[in-house]
């Protein structure tokens, strides 16, 4: 595959480290990166804002459907902060969605198949050109069954807690350390459980445990694969 672009699939559990390398990469190989779970926090954000989550922790459906139709959303590098954006109905929702708040309820709403059906199709149209890193649950399940390049990134839940929390308390949010591990816990256990596109691992996945690794031994044996795909045939 020489020099053709390909898409690379990074999936894995959350806290994991998955943006962080997955920016990485995209920085070094002059990709796109697509940051998949930005688009279910901003789907969790309008139902918040709706003030669906108000009271209760599972609202219907066909409410969330509903603020499903009015969603659209918009990715855009931003040349200053040298970072891509989200924009919700052309608001930028970027720092918003990476509140606790959303975290909570970013997995009820990452559950509904229609919310998901909505998402995918968003994201094969982003992947349509190649040349993209993209990260979530299910990019090399569902998204690009046929990605070139799979990559599973797990890390042990003690050290993803800390990442979080620290990741949180930098940016000046409140947190407690075990609020973060119970959210992480409670996140998983939705994610890896639910019917439709479960976090699982695709066979032909690459898998990465990082938990003792810097980003640089990361960037080291990405490269590695990297380079052995554009030699073969
Ligand atoms: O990667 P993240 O923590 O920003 O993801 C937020 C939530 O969205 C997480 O609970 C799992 C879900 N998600 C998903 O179901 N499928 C994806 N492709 C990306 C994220």
């Known amino acids: 595959m020489k020099n053709q672009k ?3 699939a990074l999936d894995g559990n959350s806290s994991c480290g998955k943006s962080t390398y997955a920016k990485r990469i995209a920085t070094e190989i002059g990709y796109a990166y697509i940051d998949t779970g930005a688009m279910y926090r901003s789907v969790t954000l309008a139902a ?7 009271e209760t ?3 219907p459906i066909e409410q969330i459907e509903e603020v499903l ?5 918009n990715l855009r590098f931003n040349p200053h902060k040298q970072r891509t954006e989200i924009f919700l109905n052309g608001r930028m929702v970027e ?8 975290a909570d309820h970013v997995s009820y709403i990452a559950a509904i198949s229609s919310v998901r059906r909505k998402m995918v199709e968003y994201q094969r149209k982003l992947g349509e ?9 299910d990019i090399g399940t569902v998204v690009f069954p046929k990605a070139e390049l799979k990559i599973f990134l797990t890390a042990s839940p003690e050290v993803r ?16 350390l075990e609020e973060v591990r119970l959210n992480l816990e409670k996140r998983d256990h939705i994610d ?6 479960p976090l699982k691992q695709a066979d032909d996945s690459i898998v990465l445990d990082n938990s003792e690794m810097t980003v640089e031994e990361q960037m080291v044996w990405f490269r590695e694969k990297f380079d052995r795909l554009r030699t073969e045939e």
Do not use: C, H, Q
Request: aromatic share 4%; glycine share 8%.
């Open 57 to 59: 922790e599972a609202p």
């Open 192 to 197: 890896s459980s639910r019917e439709d596109s």
């Open 48 to 54: 918040m804002e709706k003030g669906l989550f108000d």
């Open 129 to 137: 050109e190649k040349g993209v890193v993209m990260d979530g649950r």
């Open 69 to 73: 139709k009015t969603v659209e959303l």
């Open 6 to 8: 390909i898409i690379i």
């Open 95 to 102: 720092d918003l969605i990476r509140r606790m708040e959303v």
């Open 161 to 176: 807690a800390i990442r979080r929390y620290k990741e949180l308390i930098e940016k000046g949010m409140l947190v407690e």
